[in-house]
């Protein structure tokens, strides 16, 4: 079985620009995770879904985060425009029913 | 809210000694999953355990043990005879548990393991 699946590994992109990160979660795992870990803050929770539907953004730090899961099997994590401290690993993880999260390799993002 | 805390920000032992990483946690809910996560140099997260809060029994699994204890809310991680493999980052978590679908989850700063030769 194929893990979930991120891409790009890793970004560079200067302030200001767009970055989508992107998410393929494992087949038939129906809730979906965006984290994001720092040195400051570590892991910490951006937004879920369930089923595709969105459950909870409230960690998601701005208006210029945008998450969607247009389908079971596709995510994205947008920001517009990113800044500096946007810097961090970003991480995927997807899990079925009373399963455990399984994580992505982690996107690492850096933006100058 | 939930939390949890791993105060021992980093340990350092020698290879074969034997070591224990602290979790405490703080929670509301009545029935919760703890779980532990490794994260080796090369940066994934990988699963270790989730355990039930209704099932307190301790669990090994070859050289790892796990002994969850309710009374001092702590879900402690025990690695025997550690080995170079093992220095990792180590994240105790908690989230909570529904009937359906599932929770986020809460993770401590993490114990980074150092295991020298």
């Known amino acids: 079985d194929a893990g979930v699946i991120q891409s790009p590994r890793h970004e560079v992109t200067e302030m200001g620009q767009e970055v989508t990160l992107r998410c393929k979660p494992i087949?038939?795992?129906?809730?979906l995770f965006w984290y994001r870990q720092t040195m400051m803050r570590g892991l910490e929770l951006l937004i879920y879904?369930?089923?595709?539907?969105?459950?909870?953004d409230s960690g998601m730090p701005e208006d210029r985060f945008s998450a969607k899961m247009p389908n079971a099997s596709f995510s994205t994590l947008k920001i517009q425009p990113s800044e500096p401290r946007d810097s961090a690993v970003y991480f995927c993880?997807?899990?079925?029913?009373?399963?455990?999260?399984?994580f992505g390799p982690g996107t690492r993002l850096t933006v100058t | 809210a939930q939390k949890v805390t791993q105060a021992q920000t980093e340990i350092s032992v020698v290879e074969k000694e034997d070591v224990t990483l602290d979790c405490v946690y703080e929670?509301?809910?009545?029935?919760?999953?703890l779980f532990w996560y490794k994260q080796p140099p090369s940066g994934e997260l990988v699963f270790l355990i989730r355990?039930?809060?209704?099932?307190?029994q301790n669990e090994i699994s070859g050289r790892y043990s796990w002994n969850f204890q309710k009374s001092t809310s702590s879900f402690n991680f025990t690695i025997t005879a550690s080995q170079v493999v093992d220095s990792a980052v180590y994240f105790c978590?908690?989230?909570?548990?529904?009937?359906?679908?599932?929770?986020?989850?809460?993770f401590g700063k993490g114990t980074r393991l150092s295991v020298i030769a």
């Open positions: 929670t509301r809910d009545t029935t919760y999953y």
């Open positions: 087949s038939g795992h129906n809730s």
């Open positions: 879904f369930n089923n595709n539907v969105p459950i909870d």
């Open positions: 355990r039930n809060s209704f099932d307190e």
């Open positions: 978590a908690l989230s909570e548990a529904l009937d359906s679908g599932n929770t986020p989850l809460v």
């Open positions: 993880a997807s899990s079925p029913e009373e399963v455990p999260q399984y």
